[in-house]
């Protein structure tokens, strides 16, 4: 398995601005994936973060509304832009130790609110 | 495109009942998995499923995978209020990395 921490925990954010969220894992991971929970809802993928190589994202994600950077193998950041009451969600990272089942762990999440 | 439902959506039970929880999916798949979120909290993996027939035991919960059918269930046995969860199984697309997750399960157990 792998831990993993995320940064902020919660945040109360005002509509139009921009919140940047970090993704930490105590080991080196080939996949690192982001995922959105709307209240009460599932897990949606919004993209997959490969390090060396520009983030894949889901139908109905785009990038320039979440700007996803990987730097090394243990690092990760979504940044949630201009936002609107919509974004309200937790914000999962995932990391895929690249076994030969994908298996995913989770990080705490990021509990989002914008007014 | 690959979709995962679960039913029930809901469920109460009383403790020291047994149910079942069905994860169905839309096309083929070797890959498996269930979870389990706390109020609040994030996954906690439970179960992987790789094969068709596979089961699993740990504690309460059973999971077993029929790839035929393209069902999974989660067996709970003799709940305990300690169960109460959302639980989700998630499917592993054929060749991909993703996962799509199913809607969830919300599961209360009542004393």
């Known amino acids: 398995s792998a831990v993993i921490s995320q940064k902020p925990s919660r945040d109360i954010c005002q509509r139009g601005t921009s919140l940047t969220i970090q993704c930490q894992v105590d080991s080196q991971v080939t996949m690192m994936f982001w995922y959105r929970q709307q209240p009460g809802q599932s897990l949606t993928l919004i993209a997959t973060a490969n390090q060396g190589s520009e983030a894949t994202y889901e139908s109905g994600f785009v990038i320039d509304k979440f700007p996803i950077s990987r730097p090394n193998l243990t690092f990760s950041t979504l940044t949630v832009s201009n936002m609107s009451p919509e974004d309200s969600s937790i914000y999962l990272c995932?990391?895929?130790?690249?076994?030969?089942?994908?298996?995913?762990?989770f990080g705490p999440g990021t509990r989002l609110t914008v007014t | 495109e690959l979709k995962v439902e679960q039913n029930p959506l809901f469920l109460s039970m009383q403790e020291g009942k047994n149910y079942t929880i069905y994860c169905n999916y839309s096309t083929t798949s070797d890959r498996l998995y269930w979870y389990r979120q706390d109020p609040g909290k994030s996954l906690e993996s439970l179960f992987v499923l790789l094969s068709n027939g596979a089961v699993k035991q740990e504690g309460r919960l059973m999971a077993s995978l029929d790839t035929k059918a393209r069902l999974s269930t989660l067996h709970i046995t003799a709940a305990v209020h300690d169960l109460s969860a959302t639980y989700f199984c998630a499917v592993g697309p054929l060749g991909g990395q993703n996962f799509v997750f199913g809607p969830g399960t919300r599961l209360s157990v009542l004393p």
């Open positions: 995932s990391v895929s130790p690249g076994t030969s089942f994908y298996e995913q762990y």
